[in-house]
T-cell receptor
Framework: EAGVAQSPRYKIIEKRQSVAFWCNPI?????LYWYQQILGQGPKLLIQ????????DSQLPKDRFSAERLKGVDSTLKIQPAKLEDSAVYLC?????????????FGAGTRLSVL | AQSVSQHNHHVILSEAASLELGCNYS??????LFWYVQYPGQHLQLLLK??????LVKGIKGFEAEFIKSKFSFNLRKPSVQWSDTAEYFC????????????FGQGTELSVKP
């Protein structure tokens, strides 16, 4: 079974530039999550989708971050403009459904460095 | 503030030593509990989980964890570690009112010396 696919694996940009990350969840998984993992910390949820609708985006910095999942499958996360503090690993995860008892499967992540 | 705390940032053990990694959370009510592991160069993967029932849960690769409700703890244990257990370990919680949102601790890096 194919896992969660993310691209690119690495990205280096200068501050004030824009960047986009892509995620393809496990086939059949309705729920998709984006997490931000800053060095030395655990992942923190940015946004959760159920199919193509947003369930939770309370911790998404909406002035610069945006995410979409137009057809309820693939998702993109965008940062515009990037700041130095956005340097982190961006993890995508998916689960069969939302809720507390659904196991989340993680992708390898995209490591972003903002210079 | 409500949080998940892992007691140790970096643990160094020799092979065959016993392991216990601490995890405490500060959420009241029902919680689902998880330990995830990230081996070098690999993605986060589930080690074990607790939803209800027997508070002693067994996971993959000989790991187990015990949920102690009165102590708000979910410590991870392994009787005898191997070099291949070198990884970063994350405790995570889903509180009853947070939908599917995983709340992670800061992680513990385990280094096992051969």
């Amino acid at each position: 079974e194919a896992g969660v696919a993310q691209s690119p694996r690495y990205k280096i940009i200068e501050k004030r530039q824009s960047v986009a990350f892509w995620c393809n969840p496990i086939s059949g998984h309705a729920t998709l999550y984006w997490y931000q993992q800053i060095l030395g910390q655990g992942p923190k949820l940015l946004i959760q989708f159920q199919n193509n609708g947003v369930v939770d985006d309370s911790q998404l910095p909406k002035d610069r971050f945006s995410a979409e999942r137009l057809k309820g499958v693939d998702s993109t996360l965008k940062i515009q403009p990037a700041k130095l503090e956005d340097s982190a690993v961006y993890l995508c995860a998916s689960s069969f459904a939302g809720g507390r008892e659904n196991i989340q499967y993680f992708g390898a992540g995209t490591r972003l460095s903002v210079l | 503030a409500q949080s998940v705390s892992q007691h140790n940032h970096h643990v160094i053990l020799s092979e065959a030593a016993s392991l216990e990694l601490g995890c405490n959370y500060s959420y009241g009510g029902t919680v689902n509990l998880f330990w995830y592991v990230q081996y070098p160069g690999q993605h986060l993967q589930l080690l074990l989980k607790y939803f209800s029932g027997d508070p002693l849960v067994k996971g993959i690769k000989g790991f187990e964890a015990e949920f102690i409700k009165s102590k708000f703890s979910f410590n991870l244990r392994k009787p005898s570690v191997q070099w291949s257990d070198t990884a970063e370990y994350f405790c995570a919680v889903i509180p009853y009112n947070q939908g599917g949102k995983l709340i992670f601790g800061q992680g513990t890096e385990l280094s096992v010396k051969p």
